[in-house]
């Protein structure tokens, strides 16, 4: 995937320090230039679930996503699930967390498997290394990009702050970026076991 244009283009920088594991839980999908599964869809959310290192198998992934979302308008439309697995790359750069046996990673340098044998690289471009509550993931032909959150909603300063910095620091062409619809009800957060990733302030009424 990607398109001749980025030949010219310098290679897209990582976050230089990411602690993995803050990484891992709920996200919500606020804007995207779309994959081709993308270009309709609301509601999008994914769930990045780290796999114990004692469980995980020899060359296996380091983490599961769960990526659900709405085909077409939020709520009324079918949802669609489509898992994939992820692995954080650039692995020397490991160290213990405190007080476990568990190797801690710190690096945006990612890569997901929509199905086998397919690898994409999955660039953490830009996150918020103090709270953890946005990040946004870039594909080095620049052909893709997503913004996401923890909640459904985000701050219009920090969302045109983080696509300012895509076009200028990170030299995207966001034309056909798009926000992705996000409208939740109570039952449409319960069936789908968001309903403590979503403030009650941001539920519809029904």
């Known amino acids: ?9 310098p290679a897209l920088q ?9 990484m891992m839980g709920t996200w919500f999908v606020i804007a995207v230039k779309p994959t081709m599964f993308e270009t309709k869809n609301s509601n999008a959310v994914e769930r990045y679930t780290w796999i114990d290192d004692a469980k995980k198998k020899n060359g296996g992934n380091d983490f599961d996503i ?3 979302f709405n085909v077409d308008e939020p709520i009324t439309s079918k949802i669609k699930a489509l898992p994939q697995k992820g692995w954080v790359l650039d692995n020397d750069n490991k160290q213990f967390a405190p007080g ?21 690289p999955y660039l953490l471009v830009e996150v918020d290394l103090e709270h953890y509550q946005y990040c ?20 219009e300063a920090t969302y045109n702050d983080l696509v300012d910095k895509l076009q200028t620091k990170h030299n995207y062409d966001l034309v056909g970026l798009r926000k992705v619809p996000q409208k939740w009800t109570r039952v449409e957060a319960e069936k789908r076991n968001l309903i403590k990733d979503i403030p009650g302030h941001m539920l519809e009424k029904e």
């Open 14 to 22: 990582t976050v230089s320090e990411c602690v993995t594991e803050r």
């Open 136 to 155: 946004v993931v870039g594909y080095p032909s620049r052909a893709y990009c997503w913004i996401m959150a923890r909640t459904p909603q985000m701050e």
């Open 100 to 120: 476990t046996n568990r190797l801690e990673t710190k690096t945006g340098n990612w890569q997901v498997s929509p199905a086998w044998p397919i690898k994409m």
């Open 66 to 68: 769960d990526f659900t």
């Open 1 to 9: 995937m990607g398109n001749s244009a980025s030949n010219s283009l």
